[in-house]
């Protein structure tokens, strides 16, 4: 009895200072609704990631007119939250300025381009290559190429309309 409680113990002390990040299912459409609010929108190069959890992103172009091409920024990644910068590469970034430092917005569609993870459309282009999905016998290997493709069509549309919205002020609905 006494080692439970003192077990007890030790697990609370320990995980009073655990903060975890439950990020709730959502469709596409409605989180990229969300995400076009976001202070600062661009595509950018993650040139370096350290281990104290920040990195350093070049902006490479602005999506929703407020970065400036080659801006530099220092951004943080959230300690224990999705989406979490741990590779150099060209990124689609979601975010604001927090106490000098660029933030991802959590729970948020800010993505990798080799590996732009995010729930799937139902635009047209997708529903095409679901169906090879559901009746082709496709190994392993053959389903995530597709699921790939498919979630670079859906970023490739995404950025397509954030430039349309940049650029003629049109408004995702109107996408």
Not at 111 to 121: G, K
Request: contains cysteine; hydrophobic residues 35%; negative net charge.
């Amino acid at each position: 009895m006494k080692h439970s409680f003192y077990t007890l113990v030790i697990l609370l002390f320990f995980t009073h200072s655990i903060h975890a990040c439950s990020c709730a299912p959502f469709k596409l459409a409605e989180q990229q609704q969300r995400e076009m609010q976001s202070e600062c929108i661009f595509v950018g190069q993650v040139v370096e990631v350290n281990e104290d959890l920040t990195f350093e992103i070049s902006v490479v172009e602005s999506l929703d007119g407020g970065d400036v091409q080659g801006n530099v920024y220092i951004g943080q990644n959230w300690r224990y939250c999705y989406p979490y910068v741990e590779n150099k590469g060209t990124w689609l970034f979601y975010g604001r300025i927090e106490n000098g430092l660029f933030k991802v917005n959590s729970c948020g569609l800010s993505r990798s381009f080799s590996n732009p993870f995010t729930p799937i459309s139902d635009s047209e282009e997708v529903k095409e290559l679901m169906k090879k999905l559901e009746y082709k016998k496709l190994n392993e290997k053959e389903s995530q190429d597709i699921i790939r493709k498919i979630q670079l069509i859906d970023m490739a549309n995404e950025i397509h309309a954030l430039r349309k919205k940049r650029d003629y002020g049109v408004t995702p609905n109107d996408v």
